[in-house]
């Protein structure tokens, strides 16, 4: 067991992993530069940093400021690595020139999402060997989550149900949005929690109709709709929930909103399973709203990847042609917005198993009301 007794990453099979694709990818050898890809593979967290892959050995490159943080998460990851510094960029990249040489690369990969095209350039200019261009060669290898993963997103997930239950009372005493975000945050971080996994929404009123609405200072008050989506982030790893309540008795109009965002996202949670495309899901959600009149009103994707990112593969949207497989950690969130009813979403993190999901997040979404407090 590692952080916090959770179970350990197996980093050495991550790293096979990405080298069972580099012939595919038509190189010898891979320079990671995603922050993400690197502290998948080695543990190492800092803002700054390079690593290369060759077909036996991985080698860190980072700057003098994260010098000993580097040594210790990845001798803390089990991880085996040579360990370069660089006082400036100019000295990091002699160490790159100097690698490459050493192992006589000549077809060099590189992330051409990470990179920019300047950087992609003086790097070019620098290191003598063809520069190659790949495409998801580390997400491929990071889509799905071993046991060590899975365990951080359960824990961040229970965090997170335990502090919306706290903090759901406060809706009741009229706070505005910020003051209601506010406080959930810092439930999560008295829980445990590194901090939010991303900002935290609360849209109340019309401003639930806005899927990703920036709390203000709008007041919660009876017979709004209020919109609650967040999560916490745990050891780098993330959750994601949406709750929407009604505070007091909803209306007809609320009611049946909620009613089909609900039908539609437990189907969809339903159909989630090895084999089904993430397209397919989206499908299912937008035909069950549509058919209740309501499919202009779905204006975003049911679902998407969680992991070391808020969103990441796989995808399910249109968009995309993703097939879900076991281990897969992903979203069911369809939602129902319109200005004049404001909005409903509801959202569950998902586990793909061997013949279904596992929902990660608990936290009941049978009824939509947040009933008053009795008046005396």
């Avoid at 949005?177 to 959930?184: G, H, I, K, M, T």
């Avoid at 505070?247 to 090895?274: F, S």
Wanted: net charge negative; glycine share 10%.
């Amino acid at each position: 067991m590692d952080a916090a007794g959770l179970p350990p990453h197996d980093r050495e099979l991550r790293a096979e992993r990405v080298r069972a694709r580099l012939a595919t990818a038509g190189v010898d050898s891979l320079l990671i530069t995603s922050l993400t890809n690197i502290r998948w593979l080695t543990g190492f967290s800092g803002s700054n940093g390079w690593v290369l892959i060759t077909p036996t050995e991985l080698t860190l490159i980072t700057d003098g400021r994260y010098g000993e943080q580097a040594r210790a998460e990845v001798d803390r990851a089990g991880v085996e690595a040579n360990i370069e510094i660089g006082a400036t960029r100019a000295v990091m990249t002699s160490h790159l020139r100097r690698a490459v040489a050493d192992w006589h690369l000549r077809r060099l990969g590189f992330e051409g999402d990470h990179i920019s095209f300047s950087e992609h350039k003086g790097l070019a200019g620098a290191v003598d060997c063809d520069w190659v261009p790949t495409s998801a060669v580390v997400e491929s290898g990071r889509r799905c989550k071993d046991a060590g993963e899975v365990a951080r997103m359960e824990l961040a997930s229970d965090i997170a149900d335990a502090s919306l239950a706290a903090t759901l009372p406060l809706l009741l005493a009229e706070p505005t949005e910020s003051q209601f975000r506010d406080a959930l945050e810092a439930q999560m971080r008295s829980r445990g929690a590194d901090g939010p996994s991303f900002d935290t929404i609360v849209a109340a009123g019309s401003n639930a109709a806005l899927p990703h609405h920036r709390p203000d200072q709008t007041r919660i008050v009876e017979g709004m709709t209020v919109v609650i989506d967040f999560g916490a982030l745990v050891d780098g790893y993330h959750s994601d929930m949406t709750r929407s309540f009604t505070i007091g008795d909803p209306t007809p109009l609320q009611a049946e909103v909620y009613g089909v965002v609900l039908e539609a996202q437990q189907a969809g949670v339903h159909a989630v399973r090895p084999g089904v495309g993430g397209r397919a899901v989206d499908q299912l959600c937008r035909d069950l709203i549509s058919e209740a009149g309501w499919g202009d009103c779905f204006t975003h994707g049911t679902g998407h990847g969680v992991g070391l990112q808020i969103h990441e593969s796989p995808w399910l949207t249109q968009g995309h042609n993703d097939t879900l497989a076991s281990m897969d950690v992903v979203t069911v969130e369809p939602g129902v917005y319109r200005r004049d009813l404001g909005g409903v979403r509801i959202e569950d993190m998902v586990v793909v198993t061997t013949n279904g999901c596992r929902p990660l997040t608990k936290t009941p979404k049978d009824s939509p009301c947040l009933p008053l407090p009795p008046t005396i």
